[in-house]
């Protein structure tokens, strides 16, 4: 595998934050040698209804379960027990609308609005064990209704609000799910999105769902259909609303979330109600230690696990005070997010490197304009973060005073598994590392054969042992579960390129499978390919990634239409319109390119990585296996075409 040094800057930072690598080693070491004594204490971070038996039960890998047998409610943590320890008037959320409006809501507004919406589900038939869908655009309906799922222990499963109708309908087939809750629409730029009618095309293709809860949003009119939608405001109760938390098994299921994955069906991930609340607090306490007084912005959607675990739980869990910002960074200004650090005064900031590669070529006139000095920490998250880029967010937005905290994660893994950590101790840090691993975290990396490689070799990254923060499984696939993660190195395989400097530091090199990172959202390859094929004009495709500067990736497809069809310049345009109505605006190729074959293994097998090197003008590699090279040649010939057409 290549020699990756040349991907290591070592350039740290301020000698105030080389502090007390000694002091995160001895926590780390400690998680590492006496685990249980470790997490006997540290699971404290969360109150328990009853304690567990058995801090782990590995007894049947990798399906390992934390803190068995102990009870708990996840909707009691992030709200009752404040409540009970005089937090009933600090702010939870101050809700910043795209036009500049602001909801603000304390602890004890927000748990009263839970047990109402609770008490409307349980009104409804939904109870402990059920399936429920929540499509929301970033309102306060959205955390409001996923607690109130998580209070009489129905699990969710959030569909981020950028999806299309398939995107939806999948993710209702596979959990069966009898209610969704949406909203009439949402503001997106300044565009309204219709989002009720997206969920009614969904829902056309499925069978299970007999209830939709629609939240008012914009005042958009909507068809509701008699005896299967209602409204939310008509579904709360009047008077006074208690509704007993659920006593949740730790392994009971809290959410699911579909993630791609590297064949075309989304995968369920499956987060437990302990472990998973154990480690989104605690992972949130170490990387960044907050302080009761801060203002914390994780500035993601809440429909994607970012969202889940830092906007929704980890800080309720923590009792802190969060900014929920309902828009595009861009809108009305590219000065959007400094406004609102500088207005709510923002303490602690969380964003993407696609976000900060949006706004640095806007200039600094934009972040100059503002009073940023509120800020103390810096976060990051979803992609590398290229080092000139973490220079730039360092010195522009935090004035070289603040630490970047690259946190490295997953889906999977519901909360950082590596990240540099503030309150255990705030190593050196390097631009563009996401530093060390989070106690608890053995990562490895590993060569094809699945041995350790030297420092400073690429290889694959894995995760020796479990911690908390674990999936339980894969919705309805256990098989997959096992096949996808552990088959191959007998060790969790995150998919991801890594290295390991000399120092220690560990550092992401992008993935290693057939998924994309397109500005800091994970998309199936495979996904894509089948929406195209499903507009039924083509008869082959290939689908990948191209390296750009701001997005990370841009999607590029090399399509083969059906014999006879008659190429006129529409079919570009209706094949990027079908994606965009399959599966959602984020999902639409940037380049697609028409072309009479594509290159195939003689097992018919489409060669998409030979058709990607071909196309960033790369050596294929092995190409001995392939049926057509013939077809390897025009693909050079189209790309040709594409370049001079660009050049004129
Ligand atoms: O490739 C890694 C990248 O995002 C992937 C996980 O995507 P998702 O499940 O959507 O979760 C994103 C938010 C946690 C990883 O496999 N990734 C995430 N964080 C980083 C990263 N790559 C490099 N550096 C990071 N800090």
């Known amino acids: 595998m290549e020699d990756a040094s040349d991907r290591i800057i070592s350039l740290p930072v301020e000698d105030r934050y080389h502090t007390a690598l000694q002091s995160y080693k001895k926590i780390y070491n400690e998680s590492i040698e006496e685990p249980v004594s470790f997490w006997e204490r540290e699971a404290n971070v969360i109150d328990w209804f009853r304690k567990w038996e058995k801090v782990l039960d590995d007894s049947n890998p990798p399906f390992y379960r934390w803190f068995v047998s102990g009870k708990l409610n996840a909707s009691y943590n992030a709200l009752d027990r404040h409540i009970q320890t005089g937090k009933r008037n600090k702010v939870a959320f101050i809700w910043v609308a795209e036009n500049g409006d602001e909801k603000i809501v304390s602890y004890d507004g927000l748990y009263y609005r839970v047990n109402k919406f609770a008490k409307a589900l349980l009104d409804l038939g939904i109870k402990k064990g059920d399936r429920i869908i929540i499509y929301l655009p970033m309102i306060l309906e959205a955390p409001i209704a996923m607690l109130a799922a998580s209070r009489i222990g129905a699990a969710f499963s959030f569909v981020f609000a950028g999806f299309g109708p398939s995107a939806i309908a999948e993710r209702i087939n596979d959990s069966k799910a009898k209610l969704v809750i949406t909203a009439d629409g949402s503001y997106r730029a300044g565009k309204v999105i219709k989002l009720k009618e997206i969920v009614d095309s969904a829902i056309a293709e499925t069978s299970s769902v007999t209830t939709v809860i629609v939240a008012k949003r914009i005042g958009l009119e909507v068809q509701m259909q008699e005896g299967r939608d209602l409204w939310w405001d008509d579904l709360i109760p009047r008077g006074s609303t208690y509704v007993r938390p659920e006593e949740m098994d730790a392994n009971d299921p809290l959410f699911i979330l579909y993630t791609s994955g590297t064949t075309g069906k989304p995968k369920g991930v499956v987060h437990s109600t302990g472990g998973y609340s154990v480690w989104v607090a605690n992972t949130m306490k170490w990387a960044f230690d907050p302080k009761d007084d801060d ?354």
């Open 295 to 648: 203002r914390w912005w994780c500035a993601a959607d809440i429909g994607w696990i970012t969202g889940h675990s830092y906007i929704v739980f980890a800080p309720l869990f923590l009792g802190l005070t969060s900014i929920i910002y309902e828009g595009a960074i861009t809108y009305p200004a590219p000065d959007r997010l400094w406004e609102i650090v500088e207005k709510y005064r923002v303490n602690l900031f969380y964003t993407s490197p696609t976000a900060i590669r949006t706004l640095i070529r806007y200039g600094k006139k934009y972040p100059e304009d503002h009073d940023l000095k509120s800020l103390r920490v810096l976060g990051t998250v979803g992609e590398p973060i290229n080092p000139a880029v973490w220079k730039w967010y360092f010195e522009v937005i935090g004035g070289s005073r603040t630490p970047i905290i690259d946190t490295y994660w997953q889906t999977e893994t519901g909360g950082f598994v590596l990240s540099p950590s503030i309150a255990l101790g705030l190593a050196p840090l390097k631009p563009g590392s996401a530093t060390f691993p989070m106690p608890g975290i053995v990562p490895k990396i590993l060569d094809e054969n699945g041995n350790e490689v030297k420092d400073g070799k690429k290889g694959f990254l894995v995760l020796n042992k479990p911690w908390p923060g674990m999936f339980l499984t894969l919705n309805n696939e256990p098989d997959r579960f096992k096949e996808v993660y552990f088959n191959r190195f007998n060790a969790y395989y995150s998919g991801d390129y890594a290295v390991k400097d000399n120092d220690g530091y560990f550092w992401l090199l992008g993935r290693a499978d057939e998924i994309l990172k397109v500005s800091g959202h994970r998309l199936g390859t495979i996904e894509i390919e089948d929406a195209i094929i499903s507009s039924n004009d083509v008869a082959e495709v290939a689908v990948f990634g191209r390296p750009d500067e701001v997005k990370g990736e841009a999607i590029i497809a090399f399509v083969v239409l059906k014999q006879g069809f008659d190429i006129s310049g529409d079919i570009i345009y209706s094949l990027r319109q079908h994606v965009r109505e399959t599966l959602g605006p984020i999902y639409v190729p940037d380049e697609i390119h028409l072309v009479n074959a594509l290159p195939k293994t003689r097992s018919g097998k489409i060669m998409r990585r030979v058709v990607k090197a071909v196309f960033l003008n790369e050596v294929p590699g092995d190409i001995s296996t392939l049926e057509n090279s013939a077809s390897v040649e025009e693909i050079r010939q189209a790309i040709e075409l594409v370049k001079k057409e660009a050049l004129r």
